[in-house]
């Protein structure tokens, strides 16, 4: 198998009777050449690979020859069940042998006959000089903060018991493997690391780091990055034996795993967006009291998140696409709710009892099997004792072929899960109620769920992960704030992580205030000019909105039309040109009157913040 690596060639090799004889994942520019590949459930699987040259191979069938989803050369290669015919004499197919994937994927030059014997000479084995690793760190034995840096993670960094390292605003960076060393962040028994608006970072080829915490330590991060933390050598990036781990608001990428627990409990993982790995979200028990919610979970070779010997945890409102494995579930009394899971070979698969799956979206999964892995299909509950629907409300199926005569949304007929499994209430529609006091006709749900899916808002109340029910609610009839109006707007330029003054600008929002830092970002960018008191809660005006959100985009040189489109918004008042501009943008779609006195509600905020920001209509 080949996982992210480029540049390889494999050659002159017999593989017989594996599960798969050549994997290729995220791999490019190898070449695969006079192999031969025989009784093998999969004899070669290319996934999300391109520009390899596979040639000169002799394939012989057992189950399926080859799948490749990507953009590769396949040339003259053997085909035991190659059916076409060589009219021409020169030892090649007249029309091409298809492959698995694409349809557009094939072998153009099919070879008649096999190859004869495809052994190469193998070069003389030079042993190179043993070089022990040098032990080379930091010991932090003390509290120590880190902040506003840039430092290099070279060796070992250790935070002993009774210690808090703080990393706050800094880039860590991996030494490379040229340096001789193994670059580990260990988190000792008694020990916690606190992690805060920063990036920690390998460069996918050269340099790399793993963190691991030991029972009994304490890890918190949020807002940050961490990219390629682990070897690719079955090394997870980031290892949790201590209880209560929170990681939040960050950007996980090219991690072997993206996260795994390790035998421990209690912890968050909310609203991090984890890519380019074999697993997503990986926990290994016994565990129990785990929330994992909102996480964006893409391009995971193997699982999106696979959970095993876990009891009482709660996976919520989770997006997963494209891995083997979406959300593979091995325990008991688990709450699975409001889930999409899509694109997957194996969408969801439950090895226990009593857990509760409902309102999830399984769109598309099982179009593809490669014969290793959980299996093909939407679903699998082969145990059974399990509930797939809660309250009248179960899921959303892509293939439920049902009928719903009486308009309710909810299937005549259950959905069955194989082979144990039903799901008496299939929903008819994706379920997409991300606020439970928004619904899907309301005329702002599709700005609220767009801000919402984008981090621009996360609610005026959030979800108890508890509970089975959702208390998640958006409040779209209150007024908003200056407060709230700030953090909206530094959100959907900028996210959660960005730099800002540390200084107060203004006696009423202090340091430790919620919108502090947006409130600091919006003085730093100019947005807001006020000096003194800001009126962090006086609720906003249509004019004030109109303000900020055009200061925020265009600053405060730019074109507008100059004829009044409104008749309470004459050249001569202090917000024509913004008001003009948030026309001129279609920002607002309103005529006559604009109400530029009026305060804007939480549903208008939306609208108004998903047109400027998002593009939408």
Known sequence: MLISSSNNQIKGNRIHGALYGIALFKSSENTIDTNNFSENDDNAVLMDSNDNVIKHNNFFQKQRQAHDNGTNSWEGNYWNDYLGIDNNGDGFGDSPYFIFGTSTTVDATPKMTLYSDQSIPVPSLVPNEFRETPWQGQWIREDTVWENCTKQLKGWLVIESGATLTIRNCILSAAPLSEGVDNYILVKSGGALYVDKSTISGDKSNSYFKLRTEKGASLVILDSKVYYAGDWGGNSGIQLFGDGAIIENTEIVGNYTGMNIK?????RLVNNKISDCV??????????DNTIKNNMISGCFYSGICISETTKSQVVSNRIENALL???????????RGNQIQNSSMGLAVWGSD???????????GAFSPSFGCGQ???SDPLGGNHWDYQGEGNYWSDYIGNDADGNGIGDTPYVVPSNGIDHYPLMVPHENVFSDVPSGYWAYDYIVAIYNHGITKGCAQDDPNTAENERRYCPEENVTRGQMEAFIIRAKYGETFYYSTTPYFTDVPSTHTFFKYVQKLRDDGITVVSGTYGVDTYVTRGQMAAFIIRAKFGENFSYTTAPYFSDVPATHNFFKYVQKLKDEGITAVSGTYGVDDIVTRAQMAAFLARAFLGME
């Open 263 to 267: 035998g421990s409990s209690g912890h």
């Open 279 to 288: 697993d997503g979200i990986l926990v290994e028990g016994p565990s129990h």
């Open 326 to 336: 979406g959300l593979g579930l091995w325990g008991t009394e688990n709450l699975v």
């Open 355 to 365: 857990n509760v799956f409902y309102h999830n979206n399984f769109l598309g999964n």
């Open 377 to 379: 299909g939407q679903a």
